[in-house]
């Protein structure tokens, strides 16, 4: 027996251990840290947002930073005149977080600490909350429970987010990738039916009966399986459409647990394919009412020419593609909610109807994904 | 934040759960067992040991199968003659092997069971315990425990394992890996100096002081972390040495938990380079002393120009490289233990010593490698 390259865990219960085996561990690596702190769109928003908003947010104030990993945000807390920062880390990075803010001379003001967020006890409550929680299309990884659980125990009545709303949105989009999916899924399948030949022929045993659970798990990963792309803007058919939009200050974590949205994009060009749909967020550092921000800053991961985070885009392909042309208007049902096996993983289900300009309806179509 | 493609966990304390979202979960897809199910060398070894043996050691038998993954042991076992076979399975494959004992008409010899093997009940004892459990270069995965342990409880006296003998064996090569890795190391070291530079000038923070853990955490992933090779015949310069012998009927985890052992090996070519040591695995089916095999099979992982395995071999490269002229000797000692972390990952040391077909000896070196 040997293992292959890792697949995803999929188990029926979740416990402590586990999710840190799954999901804190990849945190641990500087190489990961690296990467996070090399994307440039990332960096500059919450560079700027911190040093922009220093005087009216930060300045003699006390921050906490959710998951602080190498510890730069809290270094720049530091840096823009907090008068004290908790910086919290559930996994062994909080070392190397320790290093950073004393080779910055921060120490009298950071204290790092190692630990989940939920089982933390800080000596105060804190003025501003700033975390970079955002996973893949915002809400992979459910990393906003534990912000949300900071911000019940630990924010001040009047203490704000950092950041303090994000946006999910959702448009059609070209792409060469179906049919690339595709094919990958059609040769896995031709492959499969000369296995079982072959199995039969050489060592008297039928496959056959496996043909229906591998043909799904096959479909799960080629065809079902949301994918991780940098889109062109060019790539984008239709309209975009807001999905979801979060207020960082009141937002309960039943409030994210599902996503659901229904609205029209309207195609832009002829005899375009409708390949399937991207979706991507952004995020804006505005203060709180009573205390606005001095620059609104954006952080965004909208399909770019210049502009790609390692976020990229989130892209949920339709097998067969839609064929339409400008003026038709795709009516979706986008619904999303957290894996059943695993809550920080996400289940996505997809409806699309057509209204040609013509006036003709065309029959509506379901899709699952998985956001793995 | 956001991970990137998932690394393998690294944590003190390993519990059953963890366990198995780490191991068990990826031999849950089908994907994995027709890999290892259209690997012609491992298949043609189980089919003949079964099929040549099956009037002296499986007809009219009670076997058990460890770990059955898909059932193709155990069904072949009951198409052999088994008067009854026990077929234990930890992961969700179990249910595919259910249907393929059915659909291949075995159902009334073949007994499916779900569960860890350290935790079934058999109804009675058993006179053959067949099993493919062999990690890379042997003993990754330490899976023989599970088949140790149901050896202890459920094997007669005069029962026997398939297969019966197990060895190692390490050879030094030459191969281009070594410098493709560390131009790799190279690479993320210079990549990580311009990282420093920009992250002060345009973020103001000091990243040096991680320096030394980024090496360390590269060094380990490109220059120990020993790697998965299909090695050709010809790249093998010296003789090969056998490391560990193990007789599946008598050993126990103790004996297994550690490998010990000092060679010599002969460089044949002149102005070669040993850029490393090679490692595989064979395993024999011989039946029991009082009752041998018909036809002794081996099952052997050894660099071969047309017969490649999946388990391919494991490959340690030596940064520098050495040296060396026909006639001169390598001199190795070569200690593998399990990794503190993780018990199914392992630790390896390499010593190596040079001397000179005109009888100089070379500084002795030491090389730390991890078996991930």
Redesign the interface.
């Known amino acids: 027996?040997?293992?292959?390259d890792?697949?995803?865990?999929?188990?029926p219960?979740v416990?402590k251990?586990?999710d840190?085996?799954?999901?804190f561990?990849?945190?641990?690596?500087?190489?990961?840290q690296?990467?996070?702190?090399?994307d440039r769109v990332r960096?500059d928003a919450y560079?700027n947002a911190v040093f922009d908003n220093a005087a009216v947010h930060i300045r003699d104030k006390v921050v906490l930073d959710v998951?602080t990993?190498?510890g730069?945000l809290a270094?720049?807390c530091a840096?823009a005149g907090a008068r004290k920062v908790y910086a919290v880390e559930a996994t062994k990075m909080s070392d190397?977080a320790r290093?950073?803010v004393?080779?910055?001379d921060v120490s009298d003001i950071v204290e790092v600490i190692h630990g989940s967020m939920e089982d933390v006890v800080l000596p105060e409550k804190v003025d501003v909350i700033i975390s970079?929680?955002?996973?893949?299309f915002l809400l992979?990884?459910s990393?906003f429970d534990s912000v949300i659980c900071a911000r019940d125990r630990w924010l001040k009545p009047d203490g704000m987010m950092y950041p303090s709303h994000a946006r999910m949105w959702v448009a059609p989009i070209r792409s060469g990738l179906g049919e690339q999916k595709k094919n990958d899924f059609n040769s896995a399948m031709a492959d499969?039916h000369s296995?079982v030949d072959e199995?039969q022929a050489?060592?008297?045993?039928?496959?056959?009966?496996?043909e229906k659970?591998?043909h799904e798990?096959?479909e799960k990963?080629f065809l079902q399986t949301s994918l991780w792309n940098n889109v062109h803007p060019d790539q984008i058919v239709g309209s975009a459409a807001l999905i979801k939009e979060i207020d960082c200050l009141t937002a309960s974590v039943e409030e994210i647990r599902t996503v659901h949205a229904e609205f029209s994009s309207k195609i832009g060009a002829d005899r375009t394919l409708v390949s399937g749909f991207a979706g991507w967020f952004d995020v804006h550092f505005r203060g709180n009412s009573k205390n606005p921000a001095t620059r609104d800053v954006e952080l965004t991961t909208a399909p770019s020419a210049e502009d790609c985070t390692?976020?990229g885009q989130q892209v949920f392909l339709l097998h067969p593609p839609i064929r339409a042309n400008a003026g038709d208007v795709v009516g979706v049902r986008f619904v999303m909610s957290r894996a059943k096996q695993y809550h920080r993983l996400m289940d996505v289900e997809i409806t699309t109807t057509v209204r040609t300009s013509g006036g003709k309806s065309l029959q509506p179509r379901s899709s699952k994904f998985f956001i793995e």
């Not at 027996?1 to 292959?4: F, S, V």
């Not at 970079?132 to 893949?136: A, C, I, K, L, P």
């Not at 050489?202 to 496996?210: A, P, T």
């Open positions: 027996m040997e293992l292959g890792g697949g995803a865990a999929s188990r219960r416990d251990e586990v840190f085996a799954n999901y561990c990849t945190y641990g690596y500087l190489y990961h690296k990467e996070m702190l090399s960096m560079y998951g990993g190498s730069i270094i720049w840096q190397h290093e950073l004393k080779a910055n970079e929680w955002m996973g893949y992979r990884e990393m499969w296995f199995t050489h060592y008297g045993v039928n496959m056959g009966v496996l659970p591998f798990e096959h990963y390692h976020w």
